[in-house]
């Protein structure tokens, strides 16, 4: 993994409910060695004039143009991270956006040349949550799964016992299983069908005795399968 960026940035709110100010976030982009970069966006403390959360799409624009300008939009795995308060884990959110080509007319300047692509729609999918979430050792520690992101699909979620997060994600090259459960100890690779049951199998013991997790996976599987084709 490489970090081509951590740091603060500075990006503009041209609306009115930003009452002429300018926003921040940290911003941390990583590649991977298979060309995939994951860009984390995570609220800055402090009062902002727009949350992260509701600036998402301006960010990921402005961000494309300043510092990714030659990079596939579609090879860009976009997080928003939410650190943990007195009443909230940490959590991290996969977030998937539209492109929009740039206007009718508009002029590429210099290295600008991707500045008239929009970000917008953005849609959330709960990734991971945890007490206590440190962003460059999180981009690190789970690389192998998210260089994987751009072409997966959330297909199984689940709680354990101590409301630890337990997720399948699936992709045409295989599956691999991410859990907020320290212990839990899964394998740090892509899987098939019968590795993640076996996986889920070994760890039966974090939930609790009535629920059947190969059951339960492999009932979600099919019906993810049959509506996306896997």
């Excluded at 970090?3 to 940290?26: E, M, R, V, W």
């Excluded at 970069?37 to 992260?52: D, H, I, Y």
């Excluded at 492109?99 to 290295?111: D, F, Q």
């Excluded at 297909?155 to 994600?169: A, K, L, M, Q, T």
């Amino acid at each position: 993994m490489e970090i081509l960026y951590s740091g603060t940035f500075h990006y503009n709110l041209p609306s009115p409910s930003s009452k002429g100010l300018d926003g921040q976030c940290a911003l941390d982009i990583a590649r991977y060695d298979n060309g995939v970069c994951c860009v984390m966006l995570t609220e800055a403390k402090g009062k902002q004039a727009m949350s992260v959360t509701n600036a998402c799409d301006r960010i990921a624009t402005q961000v494309y143009a300043r510092r990714l300008e030659d990079m596939p939009a579609d090879k860009i795995v976009w997080l928003e991270h939410s650190p943990a308060s007195r009443i909230h884990n940490a959590c991290v959110d996969l977030v998937q956006f539209y492109l929009e080509p740039p206007a009718a007319g508009h002029r590429v300047r210099g290295k600008d040349k991707n500045a008239g692509f929009v970000f917008s729609r953005p849609r959330w999918k709960r990734f991971f949550e945890s007490r206590h979430l440190v962003r460059l050792e999180f981009l690190k520690s789970y690389g192998y799964v998210l260089k994987a992101l751009c072409s997966a699909h959330l297909i199984f979620s689940i709680e354990d016992e101590n409301d630890f997060s337990w997720r399948v994600w699936a992709n045409q090259e295989g599956l691999f299983i991410v859990s907020a459960n320290p212990a839990a100890e899964l394998p740090d690779c892509m899987l098939d069908v019968s590795g993640v049951s076996e996986a889920l199998r070994k760890r039966q013991h974090y939930f609790r005795s009535d629920i059947n997790m190969e059951e339960q996976f492999t009932r979600e599987f099919m019906r993810v399968f049959l509506n996306k084709g896997l």
